[in-house]
Structures are given as C-alpha cells and as structure tokens.
C-alpha cells in the first residue's frame, strides 16, 4: 500500500473516477442507487468504490431530505449516522488494536475487564463470544423505555440473563457490542469515544468521523430521522444509544464516505499504511476474519456472505468467500473482498422518511445490485496465500 494520503488524492471532488487509465464503468452502481431514490426508499446517498492504495469512483445522488431544496450530499464532507457500522468501525477497531498490544485478549471472560458481568453463565462470556454474536445474550433490549438514565441502562445490559448456552450459536445482537464497549473501557480506564478516537480515528486518518458531532455540523449532517415532521441531523437515531449518552458501543458514530474508506483500506492492505507505518499487525487482523462452525457466518465484528440464507443478500451474489462487511439500520453499509481487493462504502438515510413500504426489505435488493455491479468489474485476482480458509463455505462460495 503506498499510503492513505492517496485516498483524497485520487479526487478533488465527487462525479469523478479516478486511479486508472481506463477506468470502469459504474453506470449500473449508478442505476442501482438512483433506482432506490425514485422507489423512495432513501432521498440522498454517497459511494465510495476502491482498492487498497486507490480510489476508483466517488459519486453523489440526490438530496438530503425529499425537498429538491435540500443539500446535496458528498462523499468527502457530507456527515452520516453510520449505526451499526460503529460496531466494526469503532469497537471492532478499537479492539482490534487492543488485542494487538496485549492490552484485551479474545478468549479472556468478559468479567476480566467489566467485573460487575458475573455469575452462572455470564462468567463463561469471552470478548470474541461478543464479538461473533455467540455469547448467549438476547437479539435487544428496549433500554429507551425501562432506562431513565446510563447507569440504568448499562445495569440493565449487565443483569440481563442469558438465553442460549455461550459459544452455542451465533445470534445477532446490540447487547454484545454494547458490553463491548463497557469493556473496552474496563480495559483501558478511559472513555469509549476516546479510546476510538486514540486508536481508529487518529491512526487512520478519519478527522471527520465522530460521536456526539457539535451543532455547527448538523448543516452538512444527513438527517436520519423527523420530530414533529421536521428533519433531525446529529442526534443519533438508535434509542438505545440516546439513553447511553450518544457514545455506545452498538451505535453513535457519525462519519462520511471518505473517512469510512479510508477504514475499509486499511483492512484491505491487512494494517499496512504505508511508508513503514503500520495500524496494526497482520496476523492480529486475520484472526479477526475467521469464522467457526458455531459462529456461522459471523466473523469478529463483521458479518460475510452466507451461502444458507435464502433471502437476497446485502452482499449479492458475486463476492468472493473471503468478503466481510456489514450493515446499519439507517442505511449504511460497507464491505471488503480481499479475493479482488476491493471496498465498497455505500451510504444512505433510508431510516429519514421512507416512502417506500417495507423500505428495509427494499434497500436489501438495492444493497444487492450495487454490490454486484461493482464487483463484476473488478476480477478475483488471487492474491491471499496465508489468508485463514473458512472451510465450511469454500464449496459453495468458491476458493482463490
């Protein structure tokens, strides 16, 4: 990798590719996109498309709220409630650099870091377990309705009881991400937002993703929900998160599309940043990216394509068996396939004001189709000698 400083390099300004002689043609990342406006599912987005070293396309669509008054947005200023992409892109980062160093261990009890998470099966409760979602604990909690303040709510996190067996099988939830976050803070004796800032942020360049972004912001800040009809930018959408303070380990950052690539870079390039620096080590990042026959298709942090799924996948249909990414409610979504060392940084405010019926459901075929079309221009080159395998879908999904 020949360095982060080429990702704003590469563009001075969106409705550009860049990083090639003969660059590829998104038309259809754009039909896609543009499709999920004029169905109503979302009134604005930004994608970011690249490799490890480069950009290749930035676009813009839309506005940020259905008013053809409104802000357009871009890829490299526009601000967005990224949900739970703060679970890989904070927590699992934040970890990630943590385990690295010897500061957190993966198999070490949660109890280790957060005391007060105790008792019968809580104690057989380890960091990957909340990270691969095979912890035990329940999908959600309505802490915005039994929770007057954070203390009550982190209480409640931390009594709830287990519903499956730890290590049993992978079941998504907030309340791994949320204790995450406690734990994290266990660790290090310092706040969740400073942690993130002290090991994602800075490290990696990302000077404009943020918790809690200050007022000045919310201009260039998509909103992500309405009060009383009118749009709401810079207060996080997720309840939940409102109750912690804003600052959580499930949800809260606020980030823009460049920013978001830069991250996805530097998985790609395995924490190499070029020019002798380096995020973190390689084979610390790899082990991130192993599932097990209990995790499913659940990686650390990260979800992947899961060929058992029958609905339509987010990721579509052509990512190699080594991609990885993951969702947000409000309509954000990135992943990575190191088989062709690609990104795809794909942002949306399908939570504003859908028009569209069932929108979820409908920005899944969308997710779908962007994910196929820019994957279908870029080859699977083949390059991933040392790579853990993940052997129970090789079969289906194809092997470099």
Not at 203 to 211: D, G, N
Not at 226 to 236: L, Q, S
């Amino acid at each position: 990798m020949t360095g982060l400083l080429l990702l704003l390099a590469a563009l001075s300004a969106d409705d550009r590719s860049a990083g090639r002689t003969h660059a590829p043609d998104f038309s259809r990342v754009d039909a896609a996109i543009n499709e999920g406006i004029r169905r109503g599912i979302y009134p604005g987005a930004v994608v970011v498309i690249g490799t490890s070293d480069r950009i290749l396309y930035a676009q813009r669509y839309g506005r940020f709220t259905w008013s053809a008054s409104s802000a357009r947005p871009r890829s490299d200023s526009t601000l967005w409630d990224i949900a739970s992409l703060t679970k890989v892109i904070g927590t699992t980062g934040a970890v990630l650099r943590l385990v690295d160093r010897g500061a957190m261990h993966l198999d070490a009890p949660v109890r280790r870091y957060l005391p007060a998470f105790t008792g019968g099966a809580r104690d057989r409760v380890t960091i990957r377990m909340l990270l691969n979602h095979t912890s035990g604990l329940r999908p959600y909690l309505p802490l915005f309705r039994t929770a007057t303040s954070r203390e009550a709510a982190i209480a409640q996190v931390l009594a709830d009881t287990l519903i499956r067996p730890p290590g049993d099988t992978a079941v998504y939830s907030d309340l791994n991400a949320i204790l995450l976050g406690l734990a994290i803070e266990g660790a290090t004796g310092m706040p969740l937002d400073s942690v993130v800032q002290r090991e994602v942020l800075e490290p990696l360049e990302m000077r404009q993703t943020m918790f809690r972004p200050r007022p000045s912001l919310w201009k260039r800040t998509a909103p992500s929900g309405t009060f009383n009809r009118a749009p709401v930018a810079g207060t996080v959408n997720d309840r939940n998160a409102v109750t912690l303070g804003g600052i959580a380990g499930h949800a809260g950052l606020f980030g823009t599309g460049r920013d978001l690539a830069r991250y996805a870079q530097a998985w790609l390039a395995e924490g190499d940043l070029g020019d002798g620096r380096r995020w973190v080590r390689a084979e610390t990042l790899r082990e991130f990216l192993v599932a097990t026959d209990r995790s499913g298709a659940r990686l650390l942090g990260w979800d992947s394509p899961d060929p058992l799924r029958e609905e339509t996948s987010v990721f579509g249909s052509l990512l190699s068996s080594r991609a990885y990414g993951h969702t947000g409610w409000t309509g954000t979504e990135m992943w990575v396939d190191p088989a062709r060392d690609l990104f795809v940084v794909f942002l949306t405010n399908r939570s504003f004001d859908p028009r569209a019926r069932n929108s979820l459901v409908a920005l899944r075929d969308v997710r779908a189709r962007v994910s196929d079309a820019a994957a279908e221009l870029i080859p699977i080159q083949c390059t991933l000698a040392g790579a853990p395998a993940r052997p129970a879908r090789e079969a289906t999904l194809g092997t470099c």
